[in-house]
């Protein structure tokens, strides 16, 4: 098994025993099913250790025993894999004109996939509103999971903009919000002391998501949204950058120009984007992008020459603004999602050629740019399966 630093590895100090527990939870989350003494041979621990934690995992219902495994040489093992049944994580994600809930089982498999149109946009109803709605529907989803008997382990929401290490949204000009202490505010709302409930920022989780479930092999990668301005979540040897205070990945401010020269966001972002491309929008913003970007769509598909010249000099934006990124971290993949995913198509042949041409590692050393497969809620996903990563680390949940 090739081993990284973020990869916990048997040790001897005093919390052995939870690293090792991870140890054997990682294996079989990026693995698949695999005996007792398979887990042993990759992982470097000895059976008896093996067979102990796998004993004291199937007895808190994370792992649990299926089949046999045939690939040893000698009598088949029994396999142990990943149990789902006990245990839920939920994700939520505000954006300008939706909320979506999304939930998960320990295993990863998807239990639900809500969306709530958002009436007026929390910029208009302000934060009150929107962290009445957030609890309504984290209520649902989690009565909806609990009544499958699934222990709730914890509820995370992604928010665009300057989230801080305490759940402070600081800062988020999409939502209309500055100062906002909206994982307070949801706690009391949600009146559930024992749930571990943590607010954080759109990219970061989306990017955790695509770390998990993008399918990509590498534990560097940063993933670009341009929903809201443009941010970027940045995974660094399989861990997200947070930086002091939480306030990485705001590369839509990228300004090479005098003072009050356009932006990456204001060259490179979906919504200008859009306005370039199909005149008529009022001078209010577009809370709801997705009919405007279908329709782009469609057009370049159809060869309009208008839509065809601002996805190509958008493109072009975008990867200067990506190659700035590549240069400062080294992500071997750049996912382009949401909005961006949708119009891959025509925007990276032009982002990946300014990429290629402005990043200073030689060839085979830049990073690749690719389309996100997750769609619109991929920070949702995040968010849910960042709970999963607490336990995988060896911090086993504690019945409520």
Aim: with cysteine; hydrophobic share 45%.
């Amino acid at each position: 098994m090739k081993t990284t630093r973020a990869d916990p590895q048997p040790a001897d100090f005093t919390d052995v025993r939870a690293t090792n527990l991870a140890v054997v939870l990682r294996h079989l989350r990026a693995n698949g099913p695999s005996s007792r003494a398979s887990i042993a041979a990759s992982t470097g621990l000895n059976k008896a250790t093996v067979s102990s934690l796998a004993g004291a995992l199937i007895e808190q219902r994370l792992l649990r025993e299926t089949g046999l495994s045939g690939n040893r040489i000698g009598r088949p093992g029994t396999a142990l894999t990943l149990d789902g049944s006990a245990y839920a994580a939920i994700g939520l994600q505000i954006a300008a004109d939706r909320l979506t809930a999304l939930a998960v089982d320990f295993a990863g498999d998807q239990l639900l996939l809500w969306h709530r149109a958002f009436d007026g946009g929390p910029a208009t109803t302000g934060p009150g509103r929107a962290v009445s709605a957030v609890a309504a529907l984290a209520q649902r989803a989690a009565t909806r999971v609990r009544q499958q008997g699934r222990q709730v382990l914890g509820l995370t929401v992604a928010v665009p903009g300057l989230v801080d290490g305490g759940g402070t949204v600081r800062l988020s000009p999409p939502l209309g919000w500055a100062d906002v202490d909206l994982r307070a505010l949801l706690s009391g709302s949600l009146r559930q002391p024992g749930l571990d409930v943590s607010v954080a920022n759109h990219a970061g989780l989306a990017a955790v998501a695509e770390l998990r479930h993008g399918g990509h092999p590498t534990l560097d990668l940063t993933y670009v949204t341009g929903a809201a301005g443009i941010e970027a979540g940045i995974v660094v040897d399989g861990r997200p950058l947070h930086g002091s205070r939480g306030f990485t990945g705001q590369i839509g401010r990228f300004s090479l120009g005098p003072a009050g020269a356009l932006t990456l966001a204001d060259l490179a972002g979906i919504e200008p984007l859009v306005r370039r491309a199909l005149p008529g929008f009022g001078p209010e913003p577009v809370t709801d992008l997705t009919p405007a970007v279908d329709h782009l769509a469609a057009l370049a598909r159809a060869g309009d020459a208008g839509a065809l010249s601002a996805l190509h000099d958008t493109g072009c934006h975008l990867g200067q603004g990506l190659a700035l990124l590549a240069n400062l971290v080294n992500p071997e993949v750049i996912v382009l999602g949401d909005h961006y995913a949708a119009l891959a198509e025509w925007l990276v042949p032009a982002a990946a050629a300014e990429l290629a041409r402005n990043t200073l590692a030689p060839s085979g050393g830049g990073a690749r740019l690719v389309a996100s497969t997750l769609g619109l809620h991929a920070a949702a996903l995040g968010g849910a399966v960042s709970h999963l990563d607490r336990v995988d680390t060896g911090v086993l949940p504690t019945n409520t």
